[in-house]
């Protein structure tokens, strides 16, 4: 997958267990495609790992929209996303 696709699947791991932990009922959670060739159709890169990562807690994706925009690395296309606890 590589190493920054690990480290954003890690940091979806980490939010979605403490938000469990917490008793937390929806977690509401910003993907940002790692994809430089975000206006071609395809696999948007590292996207369905942060969302499998999620999901292995114990949560549901309800909900999702995208946005796109600038970042210090270029045009990239951010989705937003609304989990629910299982």
Do not use: P
């Amino acid at each position: 997958m590589g190493w920054i696709n690990d480290a954003k699947a890690d940091t979806a791991t980490k939010a979605a267990a403490e938000a469990y932990a917490q008793g937390r009922y929806t977690l509401v959670f910003k993907i940002i495609e790692a994809n430089s060739t975000h206006r071609m159709t395809g696999v948007m890169t590292g996207v369905g790992e942060q969302i499998e990562a999620i999901e292995a807690q114990g949560w549901a994706l309800a909900n999702m929209c995208a946005a796109e925009g600038k970042a210090l690395s270029g045009d990239r296309s951010a989705l937003i996303c609304l989990f629910r606890r299982r």
